[in-house]
């Protein structure tokens, strides 16, 4: 069965450093997310992604936050400058459409620890 | 008001009983509706779509009413595996089509 996966699976880095998430989303999936989960809070959105460019973003995602597909395969989220707040879980989804049908299918979330 | 409110539980439960998670939404523009598992520290997976006809998967049921903004999952025959926390989660609505939101979780523990 195809899966979202996603590298590294724990990072570690000091406050002020920049970190860049990886995900491969699943293949033919045309729609790619990043979400959130801060230490026993909920699953946040951060951000949408079609054809190139962004569709939608939450309040989280601030200018210390970006996101490219560098290729045809990567989707990839960068903190420029890491803050301590940044600690959290870190999820890559994709989905095939973005019809009210089209499930969102997430990777196995990279665990973000900013010292 | 939260966006997506659920009970957080935990719901400590024999193997063989019946349970029932309640949730209750905000943005009544929502379209989508799920229920996604969480396992400790592992990423959502979901679990089953919620129709307003209601539907049922196996041992799981899960219910819609628009009108009172409310979706329920009540699973059956609960097993250890069962064991997780529970995800109500509907899309943004017009304010944001392919955004999910989630609820905090309810937690089950299946017990022996």
């Known amino acids: 069965e195809p899966e979202v996966t996603q590298t590294p699976s724990h990072q570690v880095t000091q406050m002020g450093q920049e970190v860049i998430l990886r995900c491969v989303p699943i293949s033919n999936h045309l729609y790619f997310y990043w979400y959130r989960q801060i230490l026993g809070q909920k699953v946040e959105f951060l951000v949408s992604f079609y054809n190139n460019e962004i569709s939608e973003k939450s309040e989280i995602f601030d200018d210390q936050f970006s996101v490219e597909r560098p290729d045809g395969s990567n989707f990839t989220l960068k903190i420029r400058s890491t803050k301590l707040e940044d600690s959290a879980m870190y999820f890559c989804?994709?989905?095939?459409?973005?019809?009210?049908?089209?499930?969102?299918?997430f990777g196995p979330g990279t665990r973000l620890t900013v010292l | 008001r939260k966006e997506v409110e659920q009970d957080p539980g935990p719901f400590n439960v024999p193997e063989g009983a019946t349970v029932a998670f309640n949730c209750t939404y905000s943005?009544?523009?929502?379209?989508?509706f799920f229920w996604y598992r969480q396992d400790c520290r592992k990423e959502p997976k979901l679990l089953m779509s919620v129709y307003s006809s209601g539907n049922e998967d196996g041992r799981f049921t899960a219910q819609l009413n628009r009108a009172s903004q409310y979706i329920s999952l009540l699973i059956r025959d609960s097993k250890l595996s069962d064991s997780a926390t529970y995800l109500c989660?509907?899309?943004?609505?017009?304010?944001?089509?392919?955004?999910?939101?989630f609820g905090a979780g309810t937690r089950l523990a299946v017990h022996p």
């Open positions: 989804a994709s989905s095939e459409g973005r019809g009210v049908a089209d499930t969102q299918y």
């Open positions: 989660v509907v899309n943004g609505g017009s304010g944001g089509y392919n955004k999910l939101i």
């Open positions: 943005n009544s523009a929502s379209q989508s």
